[in-house]
């Protein structure tokens, strides 16, 4: 496996980058309520990362993906991280809050980043340029 930033399409390059994004969101607060707040890896978010794996797979081993698999698999990480945002959901004094942080949108965010580098994703192949001796 290996890192070939510059050689990927822009779809390759956005599902490194919403990975990136993903793992950094972990870091962040995915429940803020001002008086309370707890992180990505407090909140079990690491386990939402399991629907970046066949994406990011194939990326990284350059071959070709089963569009409709990538598909399924980023759209599910789009739908667990809405619901889990919604879940978030409290009641203070009468009034419904929502005790969303920054960083689980940024899991949002990125998760849809990742739905829409799959669907342009492609594999680059390299032309091979055979020299003949004279």
């Known amino acids: 496996m290996k890192i070939n930033f510059s050689q990927w399409n822009v779809g390759g390059k956005m599902i490194f980058i919403a990975t990136g994004l993903a793992v950094l969101s972990l870091f962040m607060s995915w429940v803020d309520l001002g008086f309370v707040s707890a992180s990505g890896f407090q909140q079990d978010g690491y386990l939402f990362l399991i629907f970046y794996i066949y994406p990011v797979y194939k990326l990284l081993r350059d071959r070709p993906m089963k569009r409709v698999l990538g598909l399924l698999s980023s759209m599910l990480a789009v739908?667990?991280?809405?619901a889990f945002l919604l879940s978030k959901s409290v009641?203070?004094?009468?009034?419904?809050?929502?005790?969303?942080?920054?960083?689980?949108?940024?899991f949002v965010i990125a998760s849809v980043l990742l739905t829409v580098g799959v669907f342009?994703?492609?594999?680059?192949?390299e032309s091979i340029v055979e020299t003949s001796e004279a």
């Open 79 to 82: 739908v667990t991280a809405i």
């Open 91 to 106: 009641d203070v004094f009468g009034t419904t809050v929502n005790g969303a942080g920054a960083g689980l949108y940024l």
């Open 120 to 125: 342009k994703y492609a594999v680059v192949e």
